[in-house]
């Protein structure tokens, strides 16, 4: 682990050991006993249970976070207790928190971290308490007044701009940039086409470093397949066996191909030709005069910056790719909620994505409706 940064520093506490942040949640305790432990030990039918197999317990729940929720709300954990040292709050009174004391400190956070930060940091303590068998004392509609009065205070620092999408047309531009028989250049833009085309996250399609590639969590050639609905009509589907939203089981994404010279299969099949590579491999490792290198999500970003640096194209970020394909299958025609399937979304989140909001509805509201026939079909009838 870094060093604390110097105005978030805790005070030294056996509770609390200098750790990685995606660590603290489980190895930060609460004081005293542990009240998960004490439970059990309570019950007549279970045999008490060591410290060891209690730190089991911890680590398979904790399991079920992604490694970057476990960082976001590691991170919160850390601002909480920096914040009870400043204003000296004992020990027992931070686990279980009270209503009081949580709402204290986000309110004294707001105006300086965005709201959803805020809001990932409470959802943070409330998952830590649930870790460590703590009750969870907070009024939900004080917590939401609380959190909502911080997103209006917040920061205009801490407002992103709106991402600039990727488009088949930026996609073609980087293609005329890249040297498609050269082994990385051939991987990224595999990457880039499959990322769109499936509306993917692009850390799902590559790995946080080149030592870091675990075929356990990170997509492989082997998890790849072919597949044909009734009618015939091929679709590649790519098996990722850990995503933000499915740690444990994974999630499919899955492209078809497409013309022109964004056409993910004609890239993809590049990349398997410029790549050769045994099923265990990263599905985008690339030939490096060392060995074979799985593609990290730093080397496709930095190859996109070269590449938008001189050719006057717009700043655009690794997230826009995501972005992208949304929006260029609204711009179809495709119906809300198959877009919504296909990029994973368990909830209308996806909407904060959209751009070209009227060019989007145009199909859908005119007077002779584009769309009709479709959606004659598909709406459920009136009850």
């Known amino acids: 682990p870094h060093r604390y940064k110097s105005n978030l520093t805790p005070m030294p506490s056996p509770l609390r050991p200098h750790c990685l942040a995606r660590d603290r949640m489980r190895l930060w305790l609460p004081p005293g006993e542990s009240l998960r432990k004490t439970i059990m030990a309570n019950n007549e039918n279970f045999t008490p249970i060591s410290d060891e197999q209690l730190n089991r317990i911890l680590e398979v729940m904790g399991s079920s976070w992604a490694s970057s929720t476990k960082e976001t709300y590691g991170a919160g954990l850390l601002l909480f207790q920096v914040f009870c040292d400043t204003h000296e709050i004992p020990e027992n009174q931070r686990c279980p928190i009270s209503s009081a004391l949580l709402l204290t400190f986000l309110s004294s956070c707001a105006g300086s971290y965005s709201g959803s930060a805020l809001a990932n940091y409470a959802a943070g303590l409330r998952a830590w308490h649930l870790l460590h068998g703590q009750p969870w004392l907070i009024d939900a509609k004080e917590l939401k007044a609380t959190l909502d009065g911080a997103t209006a205070l917040a920061p205009n620092s801490s407002k992103r701009e709106k991402r600039i999408p990727f488009t088949p047309a930026i996609i073609i531009s980087f293609r005329q940039h890249l040297n498609l028989d050269d082994p990385k250049d051939t991987a990224i833009f595999a990457c880039i086409t499959t990322s769109f085309y499936a509306i993917a996250r692009l850390g799902e399609f590559t790995v946080p470093s080149m030592k870091a590639f675990d075929p356990a969590k990170h997509i492989t050639r082997g998890h790849v397949s072919q597949k044909e609905d009734r009618n015939r009509l091929p679709v590649t589907s790519f098996h990722i066996p850990s995503t933000k939203s499915s740690p444990i089981e994974g999630e499919e994404a899955f492209w078809s191909a497409q013309e022109g010279l964004s056409d993910p299969k004609a890239a993809f099949d590049n990349h398997l030709r410029v790549n050769p590579a045994g099923a265990s491999a990263h599905l985008f490792a690339w030939k490096h005069q060392k060995g074979l290198r799985p593609l ?30 949304t929006l260029e299958y609204l711009l179809r025609g495709v119906p809300f909620d198959v877009v919504k399937s296909m990029g994973r979304w368990s909830s209308d989140a996806f909407t904060i994505y959209l751009r070209e909001h009227a060019i989007v509805i145009a199909p859908y509201i005119q007077a002779s409706p584009v769309l009709e026939p479709f959606t004659h079909i598909t709406m459920p009838p009136v009850r």
Request: zero cysteines; a positive charge; aromatic letters at 0%.
């Open 296 to 325: 990290s999500k730093k080397e496709l970003t930095k190859r996109i910056n070269q590449i938008a640096s001189v050719t006057n194209l717009p700043n655009l970020k690794g997230h826009s790719i995501r972005i992208g394909g």
